[in-house]
């Protein structure tokens, strides 16, 4: 093994099992107000979590730090126009942070596989930037795998409709460079990685020590940048190796636990690949793959799916919910449209089960939420000047006790969510109950299918007790089972896509099976409504 690389399984070590257990945090102005405060604060958390990381050997080297902002746009500006280059709008162009190899010959492979991907597919390349840093005080383990660390600036294309569909393109971009990287087999000491690459938000980490990130990164100290949220996050990896790739925050994400479902997870991911359909990505969908690459740790599969989940239309608290749901299943105090919300979903997406207490950001909304077995702390106050933080624990960051109008802490399947550009808090009841009871139009179009089924008289009972739920049946009479699954896409207004399905149990003769489908298969074909799963089974 040479010293870049991480090792192979061996004796009670097993690379799948890389797992963290540490401390994150997050400070944000409710109303979106950009200030050098914030990420002063940012910092603040991050250092005073400097306990719930780890060193080795070296008290310098630690397990990794890192923070995640909204696109320090007043710095980026003026660092381009150095460069000749006048940027768009904000929103209308992209800044990467990248990791690139420490060798110049493997450097400037990357960066013509960079130029050219991001033309291939219609950006504009407009600049790379040398990102400043300080490395004087890092471990010499650290120095040796030290990346060389740049940024690049990419401009909107003209077929780019609105930042939304931007974002996609940036996740294909950095997704296609990924894949053409690791093709080249580069043996170098600093891996090649996108840490991230995105119109709204930036990150900056390392294998670094919580309190050197702004010292490694002279940029943190700028007073041009500017936020309205700073994620943070203090590695440990418990029982494993630390990484550049592996610190925290990832591109939406800041996890402190593990995912012990992970291996299934990411295997049912796999698997579902080729039935996957995206109106939004289109195309571009199977360029994404593969999604999840090996030697990733947990946080890095969870985010990684997370990001397919909402460039595919999903919302972020959505998303959250199907990820890391609540303990629904039995639980009569609960309301029926939430609990036939996760019994749905449950059929589309496995829970990645902790214990774990997950930030997430999208760089306008930023919130937490703690999976069902609420075993790792979260707590969290606001103020009356409109600041909301959460950490693992409290005391990382002072206000006048006279300021703070709530402080409480995160319960099992609880989220907690800011929404900067409503300007306001979303509790967990308000916005579970918001997306449970969202487009109920489903038992309409259930009314359709069953319409047919009328039609042949074959029908003896019809329950439809829950409009949004997987267990909608229509039985009839026959001595066989047919199970059902259909896909259904319904287009809601002009962007909303909600992807809907449904289980219909029929019983059939045998001899008229496949008449039966067939005609069924037809029927849905004529509403315009794509079956993309069936099974069929003897009862």
């Known amino acids: 093994m040479t010293q870049f690389e991480r090792p192979e399984q061996q004796g009670l070590y097993n690379p799948k099992n890389e797992h963290d257990a540490c401390g994150v945090g997050f400070v944000a102005n409710i109303h979106g107000t950009k200030s050098h405060t914030i990420v002063a604060q940012g910092l603040q958390i991050l250092t005073n979590l400097t306990h719930r990381g780890a060193t080795g050997y070296d008290p310098k080297l630690g397990d990794g730090a890192g923070i995640l902002i909204q696109m320090p746009d007043g710095l980026i500006r003026d660092e381009a126009k150095k460069l000749s280059v006048d940027l768009p709008l ?32 219609g950006q504009t390349f407009l600049a790379w930037r040398d990102v400043p840093t300080n490395n004087s005080n890092i471990a010499d383990a650290a120095k040796a795998l030290e990346p060389k660390i740049k ?45 991230s690459l995105s119109s709204r938000t930036i990150v900056y980490k390392g294998m670094l020590l919580a309190n050197e990130v702004d010292t490694y990164y002279p940029d943190l100290k700028d007073e041009r940048v500017t936020s309205a949220l700073a994620l943070v996050h203090q590695r440990f990896s418990t029982n494993t190796f630390p990484a550049w790739d592996l610190a925290h925050p990832f591109r939406m994400i800041a996890h402190n636990g593990e995912i012990n479902t992970v291996q299934g997870n990411v295997n049912w991911m796999r698997a579902r690949h080729e039935s996957m359909q995206s109106a939004l990505l289109g195309d571009d969908l199977e360029k994404l793959w593969p999604l999840i690459v090996e030697g990733q ?12 989940l909402v460039a595919g239309g999903y919302s972020l608290p959505h998303a959250m919910m199907m990820l890391i749901p609540e303990a629904w299943s039995g ?16 059929a589309l997406m496995e829970p990645w089960d902790g214990p774990a207490a997950v930030a997430f950001t999208d760089g ?42 709530k402080k409480w802490r995160l319960q099992p399947g609880k989220m907690l969510l800011i929404d900067m550009e409503k300007g306001r808090i979303i509790d967990d009841e308000e916005v579970k109950k918001e997306l449970a009871t969202h487009n109920l139009i489903a038992s309409g179009l259930i009314a359709l299918v069953t319409s047919w089924v009328t039609s ?38 002009k962007r909303t896509q909600v992807r809907w399905a449904m289980m219909l149990h029929f019983q059939y003769s045998q001899k008229n099976q496949n008449l039966f489908t067939t005609t ?18 003897s009862w």
């Open 297 to 308: 740790s947990d946080s890095a599969c969870f985010d990684n799916c997370l990001e397919l």
């Open 151 to 195: 940024q690049v600036i990419i401009g909107q294309g003209g077929d780019i409709k609105d930042q939304n569909h931007f974002e996609r393109k940036l996740f294909v971009i950095r997704k296609r460079i990924e894949h053409s990287v690791k093709k080249l087999g580069l043996d170098d000491p600093a891996q090649f990685y996108i840490p």
């Open 364 to 405: 306008r909304m930023i919130g937490a939420t703690l999976d069902r077995n609420g075993l790792r702390p979260a707590r969290y106050l606001m103020t009356d000047d409109g600041v909301v933080m959460m950490a693992s624990e409290m005391g990382v960051l002072q206000f006048p006790q006279e300021k703070i109008i």
């Open 520 to 537: 069924l298969n037809n029927y849905l074909h004529k509403l315009r409504i794509h079956r993309s799963i069936l099974f069929v089974k």
């Open 90 to 121: 904000s929103g209308q162009y992209a800044c990467g942070l990248i990791f690139f190899p420490q060798s110049n010959s493997h450097r400037t492979q990357c960066e013509k596989i960079i130029t050219d991907i991001i033309k291939e597919e």
């Open 456 to 493: 042949q008289k074959q029908i003896v009972r019809l329950n439809l007790k829950r409009p949004y739920s997987i267990h909608n049946k229509v039985l009839v009479t026959h001595k066989k089972i047919l199970n059902l699954f259909c896909n259904l896409w319904w287009q809601m207004g």
């Open 331 to 346: 639980n009569p105090m609960m309301d029926e449209n939430r609990r036939a919300f996760y019994e749905y979903h449950a």
